[in-house]
Every structure is written in C-alpha cells, then in structure tokens.
C-alpha cells in the first residue's frame, strides 16, 4: 500500500463544489458509468462526494479507461501530487493537443477516477494502488523489501566493491542505503556499463519497451557471471517482484530517471489512429448478405438435426466430438465453423438443455424463430450476439492450453474480453459501413481503448479485435474486412432498419424447386418455411449452400407417411411446387412406397379379447352395457379396447360373462417422439441497457439539484460492481483470470514500506 | 448483381443451370479446372478439386484466371473464402518441379525453401530421391519418378513434371483422313492429350474412343504398346486401326493368352500382364520390350493393381488412359491421376448425344413381382444368397420373353446380359439364342459377335464378358436380367453396348429387370445411380403393365 501524500488527498467538501456545477450530462454520465455512486436512499451532494472519494469501485472503473486516462492517473501519482494541469501535459508526453488532453481528464472525471480542483488534478484514494501501466515497475524500496537480509547484504558488498558508498544496518537502513544510492542515475549508468555483454541492450529494453520485467529466474540463482540479468539482480538494478517469483522488475525510480522525470516518453492521449479505406459498397452488402442467408440456414439446419437426433450432452457440458463431426459433415463445414453456429444458437438462446439435462433441444424461442424471415432470423442472433458479448467469438478458438473452446457451453470469460468486444464495436460504429478496416491499427487503438487488451496478445491466442470479428464475419455484420450497412444499423441498435436494409439483398423466399429424374430436388435460394418444412419430411438435404440439394429415397417417403402424410398429398406438394413437373421415377417411388407403407399394421392397446366363437364376439360387440369399453373387432375372433384389463373383467363380468384372463406376452409400440422444448436457456440477452438506469440516474440528480430532504428510492436493487457486471452467467470454463491478486500483502512490511515511501519526495528526477 | 448459369457453392462444388441461355459458354470456362460429377436434367454439378486446379495450373491457367471465369458466370456473389482457398491450393502447385539435368539426370527442384525441406525430411520421399545436388535441387531415382509424384501429391505439393517424355522409336501411323473424319470432340480430346503427353480421355461408351487413341498414337508417330481388358477388344482394336489408318497387319502383334507377337504396335491384354509365374509377373517385361513412345490404357478404369505398379516405372513414357467411366470401385482413382495422368477431356453423355454421336436411349427398369414360392425362397435365403435369389428369380423370365416377342416385331437386335449362368444358360434355353461366356472360346465369341454384326443373329445372350469394348453396332435393345450387385460403371457399360449410332438414328432401349421388394431393386438403385446423374431418366414400369401383344416400343403404356 502507498500512502497518499497529504496535499493529494481529495477533499470531499471540494469534490461536492466542483460536481454541483457540473452540467446535468456530466453527472448522468459518471453515475452511469459508476452506479455505485447514487446507490444512497437520501441522496446529497455531500454523501454523493464522500462516496466518490473513498469508493472503491474507482479500481474497477479504471479497467473501462483508456490509455489517455490511465496515463493521467499514473501521472499525478507522481511528486508532486497534485499536479497542475500543465505538469500532466509534460508528464504524459510534452507535445500533446490542449483539447485532447481536456478531453481525456473529462473521461478521468466521468469514470469517477479523479477530478479537477482548482487547475490540479487530484485522483481518488483508492487508485493510489493501481498498477503501472506506463511501463514503470513498482518503486524501489517495495522491490528491495522483498529480497531477504542474506540478498540485500550481497548488493550491498557489490555495489561497495564498485566502489560506491553504501551503509550496511537494520534491513530498512539497508534498503534506504541501496535506494539511495541507485537513486543516482549516473551510478546506475556506470553500473550498466561495467556489466557483461549484452548488460546494455536489456536495460534500454526495459527503460523503453513498456515493459519493465525480465523472466529468468535460473540464472538469478546460478553463478553464471556473463548472465546481464544475474548482474543486474546482483546490483539491486532488478528485483524480484515476489519473494518466489522469476520475474524481475526495473524500479520506478530508474525508470523515471532515465525518461528525464516523466513516466511517458511518448504521447498516449491521441488515440492510434485506425487506418480505412473505402470500399464497393454493393458487393460489401452483398457479400454479407450472402453470408447471413446462410448462416440462417444452417443454424437451422442444425436446430433440426439436433431436435431430430436427440444430441446428449457430455458430462463435462458441450458435446461428443462424433457429434460435431456429424454435424459439420451435415452442413457441409469445418468443425470449427459449427462449433461456432453452434455456440450462435446456444447464446441466441434458440438452443438449450431439456429440464433434466440429459438433451438438447430447441427452445421455445426457436419455433417462433423458425417462422420468421431470414432477414428477422438473422436480426434475433445479431441481436443476442451483441446482448452477449464476446462468447460466440471465443466458441472455437484454441485457448492458452491448445483446446478448443467448445460449443454448447456457458463461458467464464474475462471482462477485459467483454470490454474490447464493445470498444471495438463502438468504434466500427464511428467508422461507419464500406470502409475496409486494417486490424493491425484497430488491435492498436484497442489496446489503447482498453490497455489490458495487450493481455490478449500476450495469451498468444486472440488478438483484441479477433473476438467481434470471429463472430461478425460468421454473422455477416462484417464482409472482407468491412462492416456492411445493415451491420452498421444493427451495431447503432437501430435493428429495424437493420432487418428492412438486409432485406434488399437477401432473395425472397422462393416458393419452388426443380425435380430431377435421379431422384432429387435443387431448391434455389431460400423456400418459404412451411414448403421447406415439408420438402425436409420427404427428402434428405444432400448438399447445402447458396442452393440446396434434396434427394429423395424409400426412407425419406417412408419418414413422411410415418408423419401423416399419404402418398396423394406428397405427390400433389411436388407437382405444385416443382417446376417442370414431376418425374415418373419418383412418382413411382412415392406410389410404390405407399403401396407398401402399412402392409403390417401396429398400434397400441390397453386390453385384448380373444373369442374363441365368432358370434359370441359380434354379440360381445353389440352389447350396448360393454359400450364405455368402446371394444373395436381387429378380425373375427380378436376384439381389442382402450382400457385395462381390470376394468375391462368387471364390465364383462357384470354384463354376465365368464371371461378369463390371460397373461401379457408382449406388445409392439408405436415410437412416437414428443417435441421436447425447454425455456432453461439463461443465456439470451437482449441489446437494450434497462431504460430504468437512466430514468433513475436523471431523477438522483434532479433530488440533488433540490436538495430534496425526501429518500430517494433508486431502481438499482444493488451497487454497480465492473466486475460484477463483467462476469456473468454459470461459470463452467474457464477463459483466464482478469488479472493478477495483490491483496496478500504481509502487514509488517507493507507498514515498513508505507514509511520508506515518505523518502520518494527526495528523489532524484 | 450478376445473372450468370453458376452457382457456386462453399463447399467448393458448380452448379450449371443447364437452360440458361449461357449455359455452353459457362461450362467451357469452368471445365478446365473443375470436375463433372453428374449431369442430370436440369442442373449439372461440377466440383473444384486440388487435383482439378492442378491440373488446369498445369494446363497454363492460374489463381486469376480460375477466379475471374467464377466472377462471370456465377449467379451470386461468390464467397470471398472460397477465391482465397482456391489461390492457395494453386499456389501449392509448381514449388516443387521434376526436371531433367545433363549431368545429373532426374532432379526435384524446389522454389519454397521451407517446402522443400519439409518434402525432403518426409519418410515417403526420401527412399525415392537420391543425392542432394544443391541448396535447391535434390537428385531422384529414375524408377521412381512415378511414386515420388505420387508421395508429393499425397503431401499436398504436387510437382510439375518438366522432365519430359522419351520420344521412343518412330514408327509413322498415318490416318486415312481420305475416308474418314473425325469427330470435333474427337479432334478436341486428342489435341487436349497431345499438348501434355499423359492424361484420360473420358467419353461415353459408342462414342469413338478408340479413335481419339488412333489419332493420339498419329501424333505420337512411334511405338505402341495398347493395353485392352479382352482379345476380342484387342481384335476390334486391330480392327479399327487397319481401318482407320495405313498401319498394316504384320505391324500390329497379339500378346496375349493365345499369342505373344511383339511389333510395332502390339496390343495386349491386363490379363496377361497381371498373369503371374512362380511368383513372378513374367510378361510385365512387355513395357520394356520396345522404346514405346505412347502406351494407351484402354477401360483405365478396369487397370488392374500389378499394372499400376508398372506404370509408376514407365513415368518417361506417354501415357494415354481412356475410359467411359472414371468411377474405380475401388476408390484409386487418385492413382489414375498420379500414373496415368489427370482428365485432359470429358463430355456429359446427353451432350454427346445431343450432337446426335450416339444413340438416344430410353432406359426402362421393370418391376417384376415374384411368385409366392419365390417370395417365400426369397425370405429364407441367407443374407448372402439373397442378391442372387432376388436377381435370379424365374418371374424374370417371362417378362424376358415378353420385351424379345415386342423387340423381334420391331426388327431390332437384342442383347439380353447377366450375371449368373445358370440364369443365362435358362434364358438362352427358353429363347433358343446363343450364349457367350468366358468359358466360351474367343474363336467362338468372335464367330457369334461377327454373326451378330451382319444381322445373322438378331439376339444374343451375353455374360459380364461383353460388358466392355465390344462393337456391336447393330444392337438397339439391351435387356439386363442381373448385376453385379451395385457397380455404377457395369451399368453404364452395358448401356454403352447399345448406343453406337443408328442408321436411322432410332432410339435405343437398355431394359433393367428387377425384382420388387427384394435387395435387387436396391443395387438397382445404386447400378443407376452414375446413368440417372449423367441425365438418363430411368422410367419405372411394372411388369404387369406391359401388355403382351406390344406397346413396349411405341410408348403406349398404361
């Protein structure tokens, strides 16, 4: 823990001056960004002030700032804290737009990570903890107070015979020697230079590079004297960052030294630049277009094969590689490709577990779905795409261990993936449609969007921009590296012009297919639901695409028939919808099938009678106190009813009958598949932020503006956690961790540190 | 938009709407680098296959040429994927190059450092190369030029074969251009083969393809080994080329079982060549025999495995394989690519006969229901004898009768063709015709074939013997009493026994009999599958429909 140096302590009666002259759009963004903040039943400028201060969600905000803003905040840790405005601008890069600098403080304020008083900028207690994103390691005495007494004697003995002085005492009299000495950058330098080969290169790539740690850790311990990191360790120039760890770090103080006192050498306040250019905007639309009719149709497909085959879920959750093959086989895709249109209908929602979960079905929603157009198809997975985040794009891709993320399972993701998800559609949103995007600039401006989207890179598995185009692309929002029109309607939430935009390109449902002799039918483009529905029943889809093929066999038919249909109705379904007619092969085949369709005929019944006497069984028949049985004669001698055999003994014995009964000696039933639907899909969301937030926020601060004594009920039932609100759902795969644990601090030396901190003012920029 | 006849699929397949105005022009430009997989009525489907882009890469057409012709003629926006996929197979193809060096003979060369390393560390190879010449040239083993194109097809990198051919002994072969011209698909099929040297031609069976093998060997104007599945395809061969060409006899020379001449041109049977002795294939010598400048295969889809292998030795050889049917039941058709070449040339049938070079047939499967007894036989036969007491049933016969009476009032020469004896020799029996089987000597076969060819006999029954290379010109009806359980190529071939064009430019008639509700209809479905996809509309009737006294050839069916 670093203590906050009194005179950058932010006072709350300042805070609540400052935000009570704030215009109105000012306050309903920081309390939208922070909902924490109006979490207060008798809201006052005051309690809203105290809670800005001390409220520690300020670090969970700062993983939604940029790198402009986190710049800042770095920057006014420094001494002296706080700086003036015209400090952080040298501090952040000298050279740096008056406005864009203004710009990003406004975001500072608006995220609740600091405020503006009297021309310094303060930022709030808790972010004095924060890590370094500038690239500086941590300050020097926390480096060195991790290193045992045995460790810091031995820098102590090297930086003496280097002829440097240095007092050996307590072990905080040797670590304030040790910084005391390092805290001289001409000594570092001479240090550097008197180092083995290769001494020089490593401490101008941790100086610059951004990032200020080696990972070696065998030859920290070995006697390998050519080794520049071993020298550099020895020297106290590096230190381990944990009292275990193989990561050594370069201390802020050098590394402020040698940017001449200010943390960035560069400016991070200007945004990288994306870099576009224009492209056809017909065949972009076209192109996606195209892409989204098919998406629709295979999602389709597969929602019925997996209604059809009764798809079982693995225990682990996901489903059995043989099934995936299957399905990619059916659809005519890569495993990966279905993977991913099987995780497009699992967080649709069109896609869930029965209620016991042995199956997966279709849901509810899915039958509605179904019925639409494709152009309404294609905006409700859009739509629950965006209400989702990041999931559809992760399904498929390798993680870190070299597994796939399968589909059909809920994902524990981090909410940095959930932020560059959304930055990078907000961003495609400015660029606007037609534009071809170079992802290499726009992976740059997210990670200076979102800074630890550089994790993502360093995970070695997704770059920031992968996980929206993964699935944007599959979706058709997105077609040869540009965003479509309708995409960009559907990403702006205006999704009923999205549907009316993609409409135009998309073919109308065509309402006929072409029969061939060999048995098949090629159907152009997309048939409208209730012919497609039946075509399905009497043929099996051989080939899917742009145009599917359908062949029809004896199974098919037969699968028909078992349906309901007769022979008359197929026959009479292709005439009138197959164009240049039906060919005799296949009316032959359904006349044949039909023909033999029945020849044994099975059903089920609750009781039998066998009547040895043909005119005892027609007098049985007839009998009118045998009528609630509602017996049905199947030949001369056998008469069957609904109900059991015990009621069916008393009503012949009270009718006046001797009959006997015989035991069971096996039925055939008739396998008749129930539609299993299931709404245990938590997954769905939709795109919309609940209007109630922003009703609310506006009625927190018109109570405030009053000074209305009267409480305040506010429509948010918990406060606001980032966190909370990034992880979301069962968590049964994990992704990787948001970042690093630092709280198991020990006490002892966190106090030892907390005073060696009070000596940093008296460092040597 | 575009309006084209192609729809092109992701899963990489053309499909060619068959009415469109411009249908023709479109399937010329696809053609080269996709393959026809079927062609039924209404829409033809083509697929692009690595070996399809290789092969037209090879051809001298690349990435942007492929793209460019699915630019214009598709009918929708084609997937962006899919171009980039069909670039990068073709940019595989061409890193590595068998060539001919002065000094040290056969080489692979290698443009892609990377490539060939990783081709050079590959198991399969390396037994097949020799020494590393340079940092980019490695040496081959002469014998095995085939195999190592083999392996490098298999390793996805297939090298471009600039080694070239030896020329062989010249020996002039002159067509009689006097009496006879060839066809312009003929033309077509042996310029297509002639620019590359190896390759198949595929074309419908009655089409002429011995004659794009005569024109072939006049290009090649040197020694040539003909390989054939019978001697009486041998004969109709020798034949063809006395006929059509100034070659005489005592240039051309037999070997096979009864003879082993070797001439000039020698034809010889897979038979003998497959014949082994002591363990050993003594007359595989044959291809060393004489500096052949061309070998042709003819029925290439029947090559037999020994062959195969022998031809992997013969890579510096021109090779010429042709077939009706590139369908390997076996499933080796890469092996034909790699060995004998890729497809240079095919025609859809109904295109063919469209052009009016072979007849148009009606094909007719009849249904015949069988007797209680036979049903009942039928329904206790083990599962493995059931094919053959479905197929074999007695019903079969009167319906048999039934089409001979019809077809005999018509005056057309019939072939009734089967699989099992006892079935034929019954058949022949109750219609008193003479039989040829295998076990019926070639002196005979050729004396009835010959007797049928000039109208002294007007029916014939024939086993699986006939299903290949046999001209008889003449016969307008095929009756197929059984199968070879479901092989497509049978089916095809013996269709082809009856598509020689007529005189009067009649129509030929295959009729398939099969028993309903037994496994026969089944294979039947499966035999008629490769026919159905090339356009042949199967009509199914049934056997109780066919009225005794005629109607069968005039369409007069109830």
Redesign the interface.
């Known amino acids: 823990m670093v203590q906050i140096p009194e005179s950058a302590v932010l006072s709350p009666k300042a805070v609540a001056k400052t935000l009570s002259i704030w215009p109105d759009e000012r306050l309903q963004r920081l309390l939208e960004n922070r909902l924490d903040l109006h979490a207060e039943t008798f809201p006052t400028w005051e309690t809203l002030a105290k809670r800005f201060v001390l409220a520690k969600d300020a670090l969970g905000a700062i993983y939604r700032a940029d790198d402009s803003v986190r710049a800042i905040v770095e920057v006014c840790r420094l001494p002296p804290s706080p700086p003036t405005i015209s400090e952080v601008q040298y501090r952040v890069g000298g050279n740096v737009d008056d406005g864009l600098l203004r710009d990003a403080i406004e975001r500072m304020e608006e995220l609740g990570l600091g405020l503006v008083v009297e021309d310094r900028v303060y930022i709030v207690g808790d972010l004095w903890r924060n890590p370094y994103p500038a690239g500086l390691g941590p300050p020097i005495v926390n480096l060195l107070a991790l290193q045992t007494s045995r460790e810091l004697n031995g820098i102590l003995a090297k930086l003496k015979s280097a002829g440097f002085t240095v007092k050996s005492g307590t072990k905080p009299e040797t670590i304030s020697s040790i910084k005391l000495c390092l805290s001289n950058s001409a000594t570092v330098l001479k240090i550097v230079e008197r180092g083995p080969a290769g001494t020089m290169n490593l401490f101008e790539r941790l100086l610059v590079e951004g990032d200020p740690s080696v990972r070696d850790f065998s030859r920290y311990f070995s006697d390998d004297t050519t080794s520049a990191v071993r020298y550099l360790a020895v020297h106290g120039i590096i230190g381990p960052s944990g009292q275990y760890s193989d990561l050594l770090v370069l201390p802020m103080e050098i590394g402020l030294a040698f940017r001449g006192g200010r943390p960035y050498l560069q400016g991070v306040v200007e945004p990288p630049h994306v870099a576009t250019s224009p492209v056809e905007s017909t065949k972009i639309d076209s192109s996606a277009a195209s892409v989204a009719e098919q998406l629709v149709n295979e999602v389709a497909l597969l929602l019925r094969a997996i209604e059809a085959d009764r798809l079982e879920p693995l225990k682990s959750g996901g489903i059995r590689v043989k099934d995936l093959r299957r399905l990619a086989k059916l659809i005519g895709r890569t495993e990966s490709d279905t993977s991913r249109l099987l995780g497009v209908a699992w967080f649709g929602g069109l896609v869930g577990r029965t209620g016991d979960g042995h199956l997966f079905c279709p849901t509810d929603l899915y039958d509605s779905w179904e019925h639409s157009s494709a152009s309404e198809r294609w905006a409700a997975i859009v739509g629950s795409w965006l209400g989702s985040g990041p999931e559809i794009g992760l399904v498929g891709v390798t993680d870190a261990a070299g597994k796939a993320i399968p589909p059909l399972v809920d994902l524990d993701y981090s909410g940095t993936l959930e932020l560059s998800f959304r930055a990078c559609a907000e961003r495609l949103v400015e660029i606007g449609p037609h534009r071809m995007i170079d992802r290499a600039s726009l992976d740059s401006y997210l990670c200076w969007r979102i800074p630890l989207a550089r994790l993502l890179g360093g995970e070695a598995f997704l770059s920031p921009s992968a996980l929206f185009y993964n699935a944007a692309e599959l979706l058709g929002v997105v077609a040869d590296g540009a965003l479509s029109s309708f995409g960009h309607l559907a990403l702006s939430q205006e999704m009923a012009l999205a549907i009316e935009r993609i409409s135009s390109f998309l073919p109308k449902p065509t309402s006929s297919f072409l029969l061939g002799s060999d048995l098949t039918a090629v159907v152009d483009g997309n048939l409208a639901a209730d012919i497609h529905r039946f075509l399905e029943q009497i043929a099996d889809l051989e080939s899917t695409g742009i145009v599917s093929l359908y062949r029809f066999s004896e199974a098919s038919i037969r699968r028909a028939l078992d349906a309901g249909h007769d022979g008359e109705e197929i026959s009479k379904f292709l005439e009138t919808y197959g164009t240049k007619g039906l060919p005799q092969t296949l009316a032959y085949l359904i006349k044949d099938i039909t023909r033999r369709f029945g020849s044994i005929r099975a059903g089920e019944v609750s009781s039998y009678l066998n009547i040895a006497d043909p005119a005892l069984a027609a007098e049985v028949l007839r009998n009118k106190k045998l009528a609630r049985l509602r017996l049905r004669a199947l030949g001369p001698n056998v008469v069957v009813s609904q109900f059991d055999l015990s009621a069916v003994m008393d009503d012949l014995r009270s009718a006046g009958y001797l009959p006997v009964a015989e035991s069971e000696d096996g039925k055939n039933l008739k396998d008749i598949r129930k539609k299993i639907r299931t709404d245990r899909n938590p997954r769905r969301r939709t795109v919309d932020i609940p209007a109630s937030h922003a009703e609310s926020i506006s009625e927190f601060i018109s109570h405030l503006r009053l000074d209305d004594p009267t409480p305040f009920l506010s429509a948010v039932e918990k406060p606001f956690s980032a966190r909370g609100l990034l992880v979301r759902g069962r968590r049964s795969y994990s992704i990787f961790d948001d970042e690093d644990d630092d709280d198991d601090d020990d006490p002892e030396l966190m106090e030892e540190l907390e005073r060696l901190w009070k000596d940093l003012d008296g460092f040597e920029g | ?1 575009t309006v084209g006849p192609v ?5 990489m ?1 053309l ?1 060619l709407e068959v009415d469109h105005p411009e249908a023709a022009a479109a399937r010329s430009a696809i053609s080269p680098f996709s393959e026809l997989e ?1 062609s ?4 033809h489907t083509y697929r692009i296959t690595p070996l399809a882009l290789w092969n037209a890469r090879a051809s001298g057409i690349d990435a942007e040429g492929v793209v460019k012709a699915l630019l214009q003629w598709s009918k ?2 084609v ?2 994927s899919l171009l980039l996929g069909i670039e990068e197979i073709i940019s595989r193809y061409g890193r590595l190059r068998i060539t001919m060096d002065e000094t040290f003979g056969l080489c692979l060369v290698g443009s892609d450092r990377a490539v060939f390393e990783e081709v050079l560390r590959t198991k399969a190879v390396i037994p097949l190369l020799g020494n590393r010449i340079d940092e980019w040239t490695v040496g081959v083993r002469a014998s095995e030029r085939g195999r190592l194109k083999q392996a490098l097809i298999k390793l996805g990198w297939p090298a471009e074969d600039e080694a070239g051919y030896v020329d062989g002994t010249a020996h002039d072969i002159v067509l009689r251009t006097d009496a006879f011209q060839l066809r312009p698909y003929q033309v077509q099929a042996a310029q297509a083969f002639a620019d590359v040297g190896n390759g198949v031609i595929v074309l419908p069976c009655g089409s002429g393809k011995t004659l794009v093998g005569v024109a072939a060997m006049a290009q090649a104007a040197s020694r040539t080994l003909i390989l054939v599945t019978s001697a009486a395809s041998g004969h109709q061969w020798r034949r063809e080329l006395i006929e059509r060409t100034y070659v005489g006899e005592d240039e051309i020379g037999e070997y096979s079982g009864q003879r082993k001449e070797v001439r000039p041109i020698t034809i010889a049977t897979y038979q003998i060549l497959a014949t082994k002795r002591k363990g050993v294939f003594s007359h595989m010598d044959l291809f060393g025999a004489e500096e052949w400048g061309l070998i042709i295969y003819d029925e290439v889809h029947l090559l037999p495995a020994p062959v195969f292998r022998m031809t992997a030795d013969i890579q510096s050889r021109r090779r010429l394989g042709l077939t009706a049917t590139l369908i390997r039941e076996d499933n080796r058709e890469s092996d034909v690519f790699t060995l004998i070449g890729p497809k240079r040339f095919d025609m859809p049938w109904r295109e063919v006969e469209d052009q009016g070079w072979i007849a148009p047939a009606r094909c007719v499967e009849i ?1 015949v229901e069988l007797t209680d007894e036979e049903r009942m036989a039928y329904a206790l036969a083990e599962p493995e004898q059931r094919y053959r007491v479905g197929s074999t049933a007695r019903s079969k016969v009167a319906v048999v009768e039934s089409i001979v009476r019809q077809a005999r009032a018509q005056g057309e020469p019939i072939l009734v063709i089967g699989s099992y004896l006892d079935q034929l020799e019954e058949i022949a029996k109750e219609l008193d015709a003479p039989l040829i089987t295998g076990s019926t000597t070639g002196v005979v076969r050729e004396r009835l074939y010959q007797s049928f060819r000039d109208g002294k006999v007007e029916l014939l029954v024939v086993s699986k013997v006939a299903n290949f290379s046999i001209d008889l010109p003449d016969a307008s009806v095929a009756i197929q009493i059984s199968g070879g359980f479901g092989s497509r190529q049978e089916e095809a071939q013996r269709l082809g026994r009856i598509l020689r064009p007529k005189a009067d430019r009649r129509q030929a008639h295959f009729f398939t009999i099969v028993s309903r ?1 037994t496994n026969d209809q089944e294979f039947a479905r499966k035999r008629q ?1 490769f026919l ?2 090339q356009g042949y ?5 049934d056997a109780v429909d066919i009225n005794s006294d005629g109607g069968l050839f005039d369409g007069d069916l109830d």
């Open positions: 938009m729809i092109v699929q992701s899963d397949t499909l079927k039924p009525e209404h829409v929708y926006p997937p962006p249904r509700d599958r159905s996809e509309a199967y009509e199914i009737i």
